[in-house]
Every structure is written in structure tokens, then in C-alpha cells.
């Protein structure tokens, strides 16, 4: 039997309908609820590629697949779901608003119309920006409205590609199948900024350095449950536009084979991770170093994708390495970035501070608080045993076969992001305990919550196959049989 | 599945499993930790040994994979393999280490974290052990990504202490720099063997020789990392700041010998460039350790530095290109040093619980007579490590100085010149701390550990005298060949008296120089101040690195980059956002509600027009 998508997505509104109308807690419940009908469906839907397709309206197709990246995204966000319901007792406004949000997302990640895809894309953006700047920091005006026309400038650019791939195709609809297969008819230069749109859109959101700066403010002023969802899941918009929606195109395009585009793409990747890295060992605040890590980990998922299309399939087993590894860093970064800011907030309730120079010796008076810290600040670094490394080094040997002597600014990155996470722990829960932070204590609960995010990555980590046994055959075809 | 592939996954998927539960059983008896962490390690020896005699002495080699990505199309295998070089390997690390957890019993009995000090012991075994047993490089790299992370935490141990939080820090950053050529190594291997590399059998469908050189110096550049060699040795000294046995089971078991492991492994790849470069790092790492060794006053750091040089001359062994005598000759000293280096660090460690943790051996001397044990012991094992003829350190290292004569005269010269020093700085050390008068009230007051500390010292003491009569049998076994239980030597000739004769100078002049009062050391010192000084400051490596690379460099542009993060693309942002504001301020203006004014701009806007129209037809735009 399989679960359709769209009594999914009328059972989602109706939850969502009755955490509107419902008050006190029930909100909170009700997340959790709508997060494991979304694991169901993925579960029933047997892990594999599934078609939905409910005709047309108008010139929408509204034609939906659960492929092999949704699906794992999928799960990441009834993970995202589970963990900010138990974790953080928000208002149940807060909750409707993730709600809406997860969604939104859903539909991103399943969607095959292109309109479809902007109207979703768009509508991630409402509940984010009133999760900043409702309950957001000090500095939560500017964050939010920053963060809002950033990302909006990118999804415009998006749109002009999407009408320019309809007019110029001359199409009867914004199928994504049609759009995509008709791409290398149309002149060349409509075909480059089709591709420049995209990427742009998707690079923002990623994001990639220089077009980040929405990023820090973002992450820092949001509220900390706020962060978690934005980190965990919305970088994984750019990161599925890249892996679902750019690369077909790419491969569709005449500019399938040439080296210009994917080359820019490692370097861009390559820089981001490298400056990403400097920039985070020069940050007091943790909140702020850890959203720098966040571009790290997302720039090893633009390194994948420009390798792969660099490739074009003539190295299959590096190919897939990347691919695989893309994909399996999706869902670890989110899980993992999620555990380190919720592990950023306990420690803030309970010092009272997140910058580093005021900490010091948690160790000491803090012990099960510092240990998942450092779990998750080793997870961080990708060490084995945590999900972090089947990601990255499936992803740092694929790329050996593209970047060769390259390589070496990819290994610097990594030292450099090890280093900084290492010179945080020491001046954060190691060395002498700093006097001044008095009798400090940590909130059992959320200690107690960190362990489902620490269990799955510490799972995952041993045993990939866990996930992986969802990627199924279908990932080559899907591409357009690119091998 | 076979018993003997169940047993060999047990050897350390049991102290794996079971670190958890040693961390968890001290939360209800601190002690209990102690006793079931030594208790798996003995198990695991246990196995091992089982294995050695019914499987491994056969010439049967034990192997098993299975693929960790199962539904990825390409396969990365995970599994063991256990041949005569691993097995001994095995061994060795699940004997010398069980001693080492042993004497950390009675070393670490006051410790109120001891349960977690266990915990990480265990695992730091349990990785080195998984690590010689791995049946692919991904699998090896796991095992050696733990052992770094498990010498990260325990030479962060006393985390309170900011020296040994800066410490732990500096090794993990180190050997990390190692371990991404290492990440490199692989992703070469597995392209140019078109995924065979995959596993450590299959490195052999490589065949290009330039190949074959890059994989290797990749591979070599992970080893240079975890060995500890120049120009990576920087962070051993400092690792200091753990506790001793920790040091022990670095310097001894695991850790160190993780990557001369990793070289002898791959061995087949390397080629004579390759092989060159390996010599020459092992050299150069000899001759520097030996010289910082002398000027150096902390009793464990003395022994770091003689760490770096001995595993200089396994990796030197192996540069030497000799094949599978190669081989044989690194992996004898490797095994030999295992036992005379963990025994100078236990017997260090027990000198040290007894003289109140101060280090500097300038405040210890005439503790011969306070802890007759453990400083006879300490004896033998400066002679096992100098090469005194008869004990293990003689049979393995002199073999590595004879053997390097028929490769390079400039090498043999190198290495025996090697023995000068290591002889010097280890009876310096000796000398100073068991002869002449107590130097300081610590020392006045020592006296003789307890028993369950001298155990594991008598034991690895014995092992260190009486190991050389393996010799024979050792080198043809880890050549491949089936046991023969033919105890004895390899044959001496007169090439081996060099050495010898110059082991005994060094010998003798450390009793001259620091044996009895004298003003040599000092005479010296200021004969040559600079040199003195050049040595005094460890060449200025872990100045460069730390003061050059890491404080000026990294953390310079680190701030440059933090700056222009701010400045620049923060500025630029902010500058685009009110552009859009202010030109809409200006714009605003036109706004004036003069009817006659909008005529106007109707009107220029319609000749604009106009022209622009015109201009398209022109240019063919519009037909």
C-alpha cells in the first residue's frame, strides 16, 4: 500500500488548522504528530522513487515524486520536528509557525512543477522571518529583514529562469520533466542565464561565500529553536536545488560536459570552506563560530556537486562517492548542526554567556553538559564513529579524482576546521575553571533531549547502511541516465 | 562464519563494546572500572594469543569483509585481516598495552575520574588493536582516526591543567595535518587502482611507478604524523602534560607505531623515490631527536625525544628498500622499543609518584638506593634502548645499522652516529637521576612503588633483556614466513662492533660528563653557545610552527579574513540596502502633485520612447 501525498498534505493542513484554533500545549503535541506522519509516509512509501500525479490545474501540473534525496530530507525534517517539540517549550504560535514551515519544505522537496516549487520556496521564507523577528535577539529587525530581501533577491532570479525556460521553450506547462528535457533547444544564451539564476538562488541559500552575509546575523539573532530549524533545514533548500534541480539541468543543458561552471562551483566551494574556517577561529561568540561551521559542512555539498558534474559520469565510482556523500551530508549537517545549537542554548541558560573568553573549565562543574558538547563538536569535525565522516570522506576521496594536487586547499579546510573546534573546546570546557561564572547548572531535560540527536549520529556513523539502503537504483535514472 | 573470524573481530570489538560499560560500572564503583578494563585487555590478549598459535603459526590468514555501503554500486569493504604482520602486531599491542592498563591501577587509584581515564584507555587499545586488523585502508583510517582522538582526550586528561589542554590541542592539529594526506593517500589510491586500493590487498593493481610514488609519500605523510616524525614530532614533547601511563601506551603500544604500521603495510607501493625520502625523514629525525635529547632536563620528555628517534630508525629500516627484510628489521625494533620504552615510562611514572610529580632531573639524583627496583629496572631498559650488547635494543637496532651499510655509506654513517647520541642522552637521564645525592626534598623522601606498579615493570623488564633470542625466527616470520621456532640471533660480523664501540663512548662519556661532578657539560655549553642554543631551542621547529605558522599566519589572516567578513561583504550589503533607500528618498521628490510637472515627464517619457523605438528598428531589434 503506498501513503499518498496528497492525503498527507490534507491530513498536514488539518493538523496545522487545529494547532491554530487549539491553545496551550496542544501546538507542541501537535508537532510531533504531523513530524511522524511524515516519517510514515516516508516509511510506507518503501524508501523509493514514488510518482504522484494528480493531473493539472490550469497550467500547474500537479505532479509530486518522493525520490531517494526527498525522502532522506524528508526524514530530516521529522527529525527537525521531533527534536524542536521536545527540546524547546515555545509559544504555540512559534509551533504553528514551524508547522507551516515544515510544510512549505515538504513541498519543496517533493514537488515537480517548477511553480509549484517557487510558491513553496517563497513560502519558507514567511514563518522564518517572523520566527526572527518575533522572538529573536537584540539586534532581530535588521536580522530578519535582512535575511527576507537577501534570500528574496535570489529567488527572483529564480523565477526570471523559470519563465525564461517556459517562454523560450515555448511550453504548454511548468513541468519540471518537460522543462528540464527541453533545455538544449533554446540559444545559448537564454540557456546561461537559466543556469546563472538557478545557481544563484541556490548558492544564496546554501549558502556560499561571498553571498552568505544573510547567514551569521540570521542564525545568531534568531531565538535558539529558531536557529535549529533554519540551520538544519533551510540550507537544505540550496543544497536539494543543487543536488535535484540544478544538476539535471546542467546535464540537460549544451553545457553538459564543459568544465567552466563545475570548476567555479569547487572553488567557490573550496573558498567557502577555507574562509569559512578562518573566519569561525576568529569569533568570541560560539553561536556566531558555529554558523560559520555550518557554511564548512555546506560547502563540502557544493564541492560534491561540482565534482560530479565535472565528471559528467566518466569516473562512476568517484562519481557516486560524491553523489552518495552529498547526500548522506544533508542529512548529518542537519542533524548535527541542530545538536550543537540546542547544546549552545543549555550552555547559555546556564552560564549566562555564549562568548568564549567568559567560559572556561566546564568540565569541571558541567560534566555530562561538556560531554556532549565535545561529542557534538567532534561530530563536527567528522570523526569517525559520528555520521559527519561517512559524509565528508566519502565526498574528500570521490574528489581526489577531479581536484588531484587541488586537493591540498580541500585538506587545509579541513585542518583548518578542526582546529577551530578544538581551540573552542580548550577554551571553552577544558583549562581552569573560571571563577566568575559562580555555581552554574545545566537543565537536566534538555540534557536528556540531546541524546536523540547524539543516538542517530553516533547510529548513522557506524552503520551508513542504515540510510544508505534507502538510495536506491533509481538515483541514475532519475538524473537522466547520465552514467 | 568461521570461530577464527568471530575470535579476531572479538580481539577488539569486545574492549570496543565495552568501554561504555567500564565508563558506567565506575559510576557505581570507581574501582570496578579499573578491574573490568584490564580485564577486557587481557581477554583480547588472550584471543590473540589463542589465534597466534592455532591459526597464524599455520601460515593461515585469517580474512573477512564486508561491504559497509551495501547499496552503493561501488563497494567499500570493511572487515579483518589478520596475517603474520598483523598478528604479531596484535600481540604485541594487546600484551604491552594490558601491562601498561595494569600498572595504571596502582598509578591512577587516587584519580576521582579514574572510570573515565579507563574508558578511554580501553578504547585507545581497542583502536590500535582494530587498527593492525583492518582489512582496508578506509577501515585503517577509522581505527587511526580513533587513535588520535582517544590521545586527544587522554593527554587532555587533567583538562584543568591549561598545559595539558593546550597540549591535547596541539596533538590533535598535528597529527590531523598528518592525516589528511593520509585522506589523500587513499583518494589517490582508489583512482589510480580503480577502486581496488579499497582494500590493503588489492594496492597492488597499481601499476605505474609515478603512481605508485604519489600514493606512497601521501600515505607517508599520514605516518609522518602519528610516528611522530620530522617535521610533525612537535607535538610528542608536549604531550608530556598526560599522565605517564599514558605516555606509556603513546610511546609503546599504540599511537607512534600506528604509522610504521601503515608503511610496512602498504609496503608494496613504495618505490625507490619514495623509499629515499623515507630514509632521509627517519635520519634526519635520529640525528635531531638525539641532539634535543641531550639538552632537555624533563625526565618524560627526554624520553619523548628518544621515542621520535627510535621510531626513526624503524622508518629509516624501511626507507632502507630492502623488501621484506626491511620489514622484518622495522617491525623487530618496533616490538623491542615497545617493551624497553614502556618500561622506562612506567619506571619514570613510578619515580615520579614517588617524587611528587617534579620532573626536571636536575632536582632528583641517588635514587638508586631509595627505589632499588625500579631504578635497576630503569638500567636495563637505558641499556636495552642505547643498544647494549645482549638486550633487545642491541639485536634490533645494530641490525638496522649493519643492514643500512650495503644501501648507503652516508646513511650507516648517520644511523651509527645515531646510537652516539641516543646512548648519551639515555645514560645523562640514568646517571642523573640514580647516582650521586639527592637533589631536592622530593627526592630525599622516595621510596619503592607498589607491587602491582612493579609487576608490569618486572615483566616488560624481562621481555626487554631476554627478547634478542627471538631474532632469528621473528625476522623470517614477519617475512611470511611459517614459524620455525628457531630461536637464536642473526650472525654478528665485524661491522657490527662500530656501533657497539660507539654506544659504549657514549656510555662512558655520559659517566664523565653528568655520572660524577664535573664541569665538562658546562665547559661545552659555552664552548659552542651558539649551536648550545640552536639545540636549547629545538631548531626552532615548534617555534616556526607555533609562533610563525599558527600565531601569525593562520590566526593573522584568520583576522584579515574576519575584517573583510565585517567590512567588506558585510559593508557591501548594507551599502546595496541603503542605496535602494536612499535612491527611493530621492526619487520621492518627483512626487511634487504639480499637474503641469507630470505633463512634462509624460511628455519626455513619450519622446523617450519614440527615439528608443526608432533606435531598435534601426538596429533591426524590432521589424
Known sequence: MTFQLSYLFLILTLVIVASIIARGKIARYLTVLFSALVFMFVVLNNMTLTNFDYGSLSILTLSFQLNFVSSVLLILISFIGVFVSLRYSSSPGFFVLLQFLLFSLIGIFTTRDFILFYIFWEMVLIPSFFAIGIWGGSNKNYAAMKFFIYTHVGSVFMLLAIFTMYFTEGASNFSMATLISGINAIPMAYQSFIIFGFLFAFLIKLPTIPLHSWLPDAYVEAPSEGTVFISALLSKMGAFGLLVIFSPIFMASSFAGSTAVPIALMALGVFSLIYSALVALYQKDLKRMMSYASIGHMSFITIAVGGFLYLNGSNPLASQLLYYGAVFQLISHGIIIAMVFALVDTLEKATGTRQIPSLGGLARKLPVLSFFILTAFLASVAIPGFSGFVGEISILLGSYAVLKYYLIFVLIGVVLTASYHVFALQRTIFGPYNEFLGDIKAKKEDLLVAILPLAIIFLLGIYPALLFHTFNIYLMPFLGGIH | ?623
Open chain 2, 1 to 623: 562464519m568461521d570461530l577464527s573470524i568471530i575470535l579476531t573481530f572479538l580481539i577488539f570489538g569486545l574492549p570496543l563494546i565495552g568501554f561504555p560499560f567500564v565508563i558506567g560500572i565506575g559510576y557505581i564503583k570507581k574501582n570496578y572500572s579499573m578491574y573490568l578494563g584490564s580485564a577486557l585487555i587481557f581477554i583480547s590478549f588472550l584471543i590473540t594469543l589463542f589465534l597466534f598459535f592455532t591459526y597464524t603459526v599455520n601460515g593461515t590468514v585469517i580474512q573477512y569483509s564486508f561491504n559497509w555501503l551495501p547499496s552503493l554500486p561501488a563497494i567499500i569493504p570493511l572487515g579483518i585481516y589478520a596475517d603474520n604482520l598483523s598478528m604479531i602486531m596484535a600481540l604485541m599491542v594487546s600484551f604491552v598495552g594490558f601491562l601498561i592498563i595494569l600498572f595504571s591501577v596502582g598509578y591512577m587509584k587516587e584519580d576521582p575520574n579514574r572510570h573515565v581515564f579507563f574508558g578511554e584507555m580501553v578504547l585507545f587499545t581497542s583502536s590500535m588493536l582494530g587498527l593492525v586488523l583492518s582489512s582496508s585502508l578506509i577501515m585503517l583510517f577509522i581505527f587511526w582516526e580513533l587513535v588520535g582522538l582517544c590521545s586527544y582526550l587522554l593527554i587532555g586528561f587533567w583538562y584543568y591543567k591549561p598545559n595539558a589542554a593546550s597540549a591535547a590541542k596541539k596533538a590533535f592539529i598535528v597529527t590531523r595535518v598528518g592525516d589528511v594526506f593520509f585522506i589523500a593517500g587513499i583518494g589517490a589510491a582508489i583512482l589510480y587502482s580503480s577502486g581496488g586500493a579499497l582494500s590493503v590487498t588489492g594496492l597492488s593493481s597499481i601499476h605505474l611507478v609515478w603512481q605508485k610514488t604519489i600514493v606512497s609519500l601521501l600515505l607517508f605523510g599520514g605516518a609522518i604524523g602519528k610516528s611522530a616524525q620530522f617535521p610533525l614530532h612537535v607535538w610528542i614533547p608536549d604531550a608530556m602534560e598526560g599522565a605517564t601511563t599514558v605516555s606509556a601506551l603513546i610511546h609503546a603500544a599504540t599511537m607512534v607505531t600506528a604509522g610504521v604500521y601503515l608503511i610496512a603495510r602498504t609496503y608494496s607501493i613504495f618505490t625507490p623515490t619514495s623509499l629515499t625520502v623515507v630514509l632521509y625523514v627517519g635520519i634526519v629525525t635520529i640525528i635531531l631527536s638525539g641532539l634535543i635529547g641531550l639538552v632537555v632536563n624533563d625526565i618524560k620528555r627526554i624520553l619523548a625525544y628518544s621515542t621520535i628517534g627510535q621510531v626513526g630508525y624503524m622508518v629509516a629500516a624501511l626507507g632502507l628498500g630492502l623488501g621484506a627484510t626491511s620489514i622484518g628489521l622495522s617491525i623487530y625494533q618496533l616490538e623491542a622499543h615497545a617493551f624497553f620504552k614502556a618500561l622506562l615510562f612506567l619506571t619514570a611514572g613510578s619515580i615520579l609518584h614517588a617524587v611528587m610529580n617534579v620532573r626536571d632531573i636536575n632536582k632528583m639524583g641517588g635514587l638508586w638506593k631509595k627505589m632499588p627496583i625500579t631504578v635497576t629496572a630503569m638500567f636495563f631498559g637505558a641499556l636495552a634502548l642505547s643498544g647494549f650488547p645482549g638486550l633487545a635494543g642491541f639485536f634490533s637496532k645494530d641490525s638496522i645499522i649493519t643492514a643500512s651499510y650495503g644501501v648507503s655509506i652516508f646513511a650507516w654513517a648517520l644511523l651509527a652516529i645515531g646510537g652516539f647520541l641516543t646512548a648519551l642522552y639515555a645514560f645523562r637521564m640514568f646517571f642523573k637521576v640514580a647516582l650521586g645525592k639527592p637533589r631536592s626534598n622530593a627526592a630525599e623522601h622516595a621510596h619503592e612503588s607498589k607491587w602491582i606498579m612493579l609487576i608490569p615493570i618486572l615483566v616488560l623488564a624481562a621481555f626487554s633483556i631476554i627478547f634478542g633470542i627471538f631474532q632469528r625466527g621473528f625476522y623470517s616470520f614477519v617475512e611470511g614466513n611459517p614459524v620455525t621456532l628457531a630461536f637464536g640471533i642473526a650472525p654478528l660480523t665485524t661491522l657490527d662492533l662500530i656501533p657497539v664501540v660507539l654506544m659504549l663512548a657514549g656510555m662512558g662519556t655520559a659517566y664523565y660528563a653528568w655520572g660524577r661532578s664535573s664541569t665538562i657539560p658546562s665547559t661545552v655549553t659555552n664552548g659552542a653557545k651558539d649551536f648550545y642554543l640552536l639545540v636549547k631551542n629545538k631548531f626552532f621547529i615548534d617555534v616556526f610552527f607555533t609562533n610563525v605558522i599558527a600565531e601569525r599566519g593562520i590566526i593573522g589572516l584568520s583576522a584579515v579574513s574576519d575584517g573583510f567578513e565585517r567590512r567588506a561583504i558585510g559593508g557591501l550589503v548594507n551599502v546595496s540596502g541603503s542605496l535602494f533607500q536612499n535612491s527611493g528618498k530621492v526619487l520621492r521628490k518627483i512626487q511634487t502633485g504639480l499637474a503641469r510637472q507630470y505633463a512634462l515627464i509624460v511628455l519626455i517619457g513619450l519622446i523617450l520612447a519614440l527615439i528608443l523605438l526608432r533606435i531598435f528598428i534601426l538596429a533591426g531589434v524590432i521589424h
